[in-house]
């Protein structure tokens, strides 16, 4: 049974952490901008992502205060120069950015307060934030005004023109590795996520066809019991299902195969090996164990 929402018929403070639950994680934006008095304000936004490679351009929204149907420093300052910078937040910063996202006076420095250290841009003049791996320097396109009351967002277009990458998250190919650069990500309520170690996923799938499709998979895999959805959709998603033929003279000399071809509940043991070995990282083996049958 599913809870029902309708917007508009509970409060917006509750909505907007349904949607953050939901919508998660996120990516945080942490971004540094300065006044008309050259006073900088540094803040973090969830509501962010990248949109376009070329040209490069990054959207986050600085939304209205839910209390008091106020807009942010951040906005202000932006709407006044047109340009920010969008630094990333990794594990080693993530308490420094909840800092900034305390509501201090615009005569405060976040950067202060959080013990960060501002550092010269190279063509904006709001600063990066040293401690931050990634740092991209923007000029704001446009800004998108969706609603006056609280909780409204304004979507800010922002077109990257210089980017700075620690050397220290990059691998031996020049990439970003994802459990060197260390990133976190929003949910709802209090709640983070850290992106690495475990929780990053290598799941490789090929964008073109052919793959096997769904359907195209033997009907005993499309109505098993025993391997999950996650594994039939990995099935799926391969280039090429094997033939028994293809299969039998490697797996002859699997004993754990043998056995399970030879019970008395043979589709049973055959779906059970092939999840265990599924999940020991042997998937290619896996589906050979179950075009075996």
């Given at each position: 049974?599913?809870?029902?929402?309708?917007?508009?018929?509970?409060p917006?403070?509750?909505?907007?952490?349904?949607?953050?639950?939901?919508?998660?994680?996120?990516p945080?934006?942490?971004v540094s901008?300065?006044?008309?008095?050259?006073?900088?304000?540094l803040?973090p936004?969830?509501f962010?992502n990248a949109?376009?490679?070329?040209?490069?351009?990054l959207?986050?929204?600085?939304?209205r205060?839910?209390?008091g149907?106020t807009?942010?420093?951040t906005l202000?300052?932006?709407?006044a120069s047109?340009?920010?910078?969008?630094n990333?937040?990794?594990?080693?910063?993530?308490r420094?950015?909840m800092?900034?996202?305390?509501?201090?006076?615009?005569d405060?420095?976040?950067?202060e307060?959080?013990g960060?250290?501002?550092?010269?841009a190279?063509m904006?003049?709001a600063?990066?934030?040293l401690?931050?791996?990634?740092?991209?320097?923007?000029?704001?396109?446009?800004i998108?005004?969706?609603?006056?009351?609280?909780?409204?967002?304004?979507l800010i277009i922002?077109?990257v023109?210089?980017?700075h990458?620690n050397?220290?998250?990059l691998?031996?190919n020049?990439?970003?590795?994802?459990?060197?650069i260390?990133l976190m990500?929003r949910?709802?309520r209090?709640f983070y996520v850290?992106?690495?170690?475990?929780?990053?996923l290598?799941l490789p799938q090929?964008?073109?066809l052919?793959?096997?499709g769904?359907q195209n998979?033997?009907?005993?895999?499309?109505?098993s019991?025993?391997l999950?959805?996650?594994?039939i959709?990995?099935?799926?998603?391969?280039?090429?299902w094997?033939?028994?033929?293809e299969v039998?003279?490697?797996?002859?000399e699997?004993?754990?195969?043998?056995?399970a071809?030879?019970?008395?509940?043979?589709?049973?043991?055959?779906h059970?090996?092939?999840?265990?070995?599924?999940?020991q990282?042997?998937?290619e083996l896996?589906?050979?164990?179950l075009a075996?049958?």
């Amino acid at each position: 049974m599913k809870k029902i929402i309708i917007p508009g018929t509970i409060p917006t403070g509750e909505l907007h952490q349904y949607l953050l639950g939901s919508v998660a994680p996120r990516p945080i934006a942490f971004v540094s901008t300065i006044d008309e008095f050259g006073r900088t304000n540094l803040a973090p936004y969830s509501f962010f992502n990248a949109f376009s490679s070329n040209p490069p351009i990054l959207v986050f929204s600085s939304n209205r205060r839910v209390e008091g149907n106020t807009t942010k420093d951040t906005l202000h300052n932006i709407m006044a120069s047109k340009e920010c910078v969008i630094n990333v937040v990794n594990y080693e910063i993530v308490r420094q950015m909840m800092v900034c996202s305390v509501d201090f006076p615009n005569d405060i420095s976040e950067f202060e307060e959080a013990g960060l250290t501002p550092t010269k841009a190279q063509m904006v003049k709001a600063p990066l934030v040293l401690e931050s791996p990634v740092n991209m320097e923007c000029k704001v396109e446009q800004i998108i005004t969706l609603g006056d009351q609280g909780g409204a967002g304004h979507l800010i277009i922002c077109h990257v023109v210089c980017m700075h990458i620690n050397e220290s998250v990059l691998d031996e190919n020049d990439k970003i590795d994802p459990h060197k650069i260390d990133l976190m990500g929003r949910m709802g309520r209090a709640f983070y996520v850290r992106a690495s170690g475990e929780a990053v996923l290598t799941l490789p799938q090929s964008q073109h066809l052919p793959i096997v499709g769904y359907q195209n998979l033997p009907e005993h895999i499309r109505l098993s019991q025993i391997l999950t959805a996650n594994m039939i959709g990995y099935l799926s998603g391969m280039k090429h299902w094997y033939t028994k033929e293809e299969v039998l003279n490697e797996l002859n000399e699997m004993q754990d195969w043998k056995k399970a071809m030879n019970s008395q509940d043979r589709m049973t043991e055959i779906h059970v090996l092939a999840a265990k070995i599924f999940n020991q990282g042997h998937v290619e083996l896996s589906a050979k164990i179950l075009a075996s049958v």
